[in-house]
């Protein structure tokens, strides 16, 4: 237990002491002077009376030191960062109506299924990554972000994972020249969501990061990335560029992120589907110690006190001190 202010709390405790002391040399004169005139002891409901008041002072005075406890206390909190896909595939209509467009109903659906705990930011990624709005308690920014979304350019999933890791730790993430990942310390209340139809368009092959150093830098830094497949196994065209291309949802790339991670893999194949997967993503659970006030209850016990101790002197001397 810990005390707002110990000052005031030696200084209660040493009124009250000093009132003990006044009791017992009181009640040893009284005694004295009962004795000699023949009287063999006081009376026992004065001074039960007395000492309820006395320890009523005592409690009082912890009361007003302002004490508190510390609790262990687990919620929903930390960092989620949703990393949307606005590449050209995602404009693709096998998911109405549109991937982008079942992928932003879902990332608001979960937006708003969050607690005030949670920090939520998003990333766009095209080639590079587009960082959208860093995390913030202020769920509004995050939906706003999230409205302005539009699909064009190239995906890399390696450097959205890695734009990612630069929202969560305020700092810009890279990959060294030689291919070794960086240390970014442990972020474990750190959640990466992403929404894609996993065409890596823009991958290691273009010169973009791969998947598997990226996702070694969050596992390392004790960050999951949970997976939400968008898009249809079967596919469909999509014009990009004035060209016709074949597009279909990569679930063996998205699953290798998620496991790589130690996070979990959603499959989805339509808008309703997909809020509702969006929306039963778990966030981790953490545990802060918190103070726990008591001097509501102190309070409530020296009053008690110091009403059993007038009710004993009114009732068994007839006087209230």
């Known amino acids: 237990m810990s005390f707002a202010d110990p000052a005031l709390l030696a200084v209660g405790l040493l009124v009250a002491a000093g009132l003990a002391w006044a009791a017992v040399a009181v009640a040893r004169r009284r005694a004295a002077a009962l004795a000699s005139a023949g009287v063999a002891a006081a009376s026992p409901g004065r001074v039960g009376g007395v000492w309820f008041t006395i320890a009523g002072v005592a409690v009082l005075a912890i009361?007003?030191?302002?004490?508190?406890?510390?609790?262990?206390?687990?919620?929903?909190s930390g960092t989620v960062i949703l990393a949307i896909d606005v590449s050209g595939s995602m404009a693709a209509t096998d998911v109405a109506p549109s991937r982008l467009g079942a992928a932003k109903q879902a990332a608001l659906s979960f937006i708003n299924a969050q607690p005030g705990t949670v920090d939520i930011g998003v990333v766009a990624f095209q080639q590079g990554g587009l960082e959208a709005a860093l995390p913030t308690a202020d769920h509004a920014t995050a939906s706003a972000a999230v409205r302005r979304l539009t699909a064009g350019g190239g995906t890399?999933?390696?450097d959205a994972i890695l734009a990612s890791l630069s929202a969560i730790t305020h700092k810009t993430v890279t990959i060294g020249r030689n291919g070794s990942a960086p240390n970014i310390g442990y972020w474990p209340s750190a959640t990466i969501v992403l929404f894609s139809d996993g065409q890596d368009?823009?991958?290691?092959?273009s010169g973009g990061t791969g998947?598997?150093?990226?996702?070694?830098?969050?596992?390392?830094?004790?960050?999951?990335?949970?997976?939400v497949g968008v898009g249809t196994a079967a596919g469909t065209t999509v014009e990009v560029d004035g060209y016709h291309l074949f597009t279909a949802l990569n679930e063996a790339a998205l699953r290798s992120i998620s496991q790589a991670t130690g996070g979990t893999y959603h499959p989805a194949s339509d808008a309703s589907e997909l809020n509702g997967i969006a929306s039963s993503i778990n966030l981790r659970l953490t545990v802060t110690n918190e103070p726990l006030p008591l001097a509501g209850a102190f309070i409530a016990l020296a009053l008690a006190l110091l009403a059993a101790g007038a009710v004993l002197t009114v009732t068994r001397t007839g006087r209230v001190v």
């Open 63 to 76: 009361a007003v030191a302002g004490p508190a406890a510390t609790v262990p206390v687990s919620h929903a």
């Open 156 to 158: 890399s999933l390696g």
């Open 201 to 205: 368009e823009a991958g290691a092959a």
């Open 211 to 227: 998947t598997g150093v990226a996702a070694s830098v969050a596992q390392k830094a004790g960050v999951h990335v949970d997976v």
